[in-house]
Structures are given as structure tokens and as C-alpha cells.
Nanobody, 122 residues
């Protein structure tokens, strides 16, 4: 499975961005997908995950109510809509695939994508 993330960029505080991650490969549609992020000097942390059917989602407390994860299985793509961004959201965001959305939460990752940089200016 290959994961290609896109959509990062520079945004002002309070603004919005939408990240996309396209999955490819023979079994890509059967995996739960999610997002992690790594800020400068910090460890990579879980952001959000979604199961194959889209009915089971998890969020980190720091993004609840601001970020929304969704997926389009017809396009094998997962999205992360990020609203009310703050400088604390500045990080490289990574797409990830796991067997279940809960597994993604715990960091049990089968495949990682490359990162996309999100920079939020104050």
C-alpha cells in the first residue's frame, strides 16, 4: 500500500486547510486510515483515524471540534479538514494505514505515507 499526502501549506491563525491522502495498492481500501503529526522538536502524535466504512472515528483531544476526518472509498482517499488552526498545529502531518481505526490510535501502523507540512502563522 502506498500513501500520498497533499494539501499542506501556510495559513494564518484561525484559518482552515484540508489535507488529502490517496491510498493505492491492491488491498488499500480495506485499511483504516489516519493522520499523525510531528512538530519541531517533538515526538510524532496521533491526530485522527477512521475505519474502512467511515462510521468509526477517533480524534486526539487537542483537535476535537476543530478537525474532521472523512474518507471517500471510491477514490481511496482520506481527508482531514482542519479549522480554527493555531500556531500549535504547525507540524508535518503524516498519513497512516492500520488494520482498524483503534489500531491507528495506538500507533499500530502497517503503512506510512510521506509528510506534508502545515505552518500556521500567528
Amino acid at each position: 500500500v502506498q500513501l500520498q499526502a497533499s494539501g499542506g501549506g501556510l495559513v494564518q491563525a484561525g484559518g482552515s486547510l484540508r489535507l488529502s491522502c490517496a491510498a493505492s495498492g491492491r488491498t488499500s481500501s480495506s485499511y483504516a486510515l489516519g493522520w499523525f503529526r510531528q512538530a519541531p522538536g517533538k515526538e510524532r502524535e496521533f491526530v485522527a483515524s477512521i475505519n474502512w466504512g467511515g462510521g468509526n472515528t477517533y480524534y486526539a483531544d487537542s483537535v476535537k471540534g476543530r478537525f474532521t476526518i472523512s474518507r471517500d472509498n471510491a477514490k481511496n482517499t482520506v481527508y482531514l479538514q482542519m479549522n480554527s488552526l493555531s500556531p500549535e498545529d504547525t507540524a508535518v502531518y503524516y498519513c497512516a494505514a492500520g488494520l482498524t481505526s483503534r489500531a491507528v490510535v495506538t500507533g499500530t501502523i502497517a503503512y506510512w505515507g510521506q509528510g506534508t507540512l502545515v505552518t500556521v502563522s500567528s
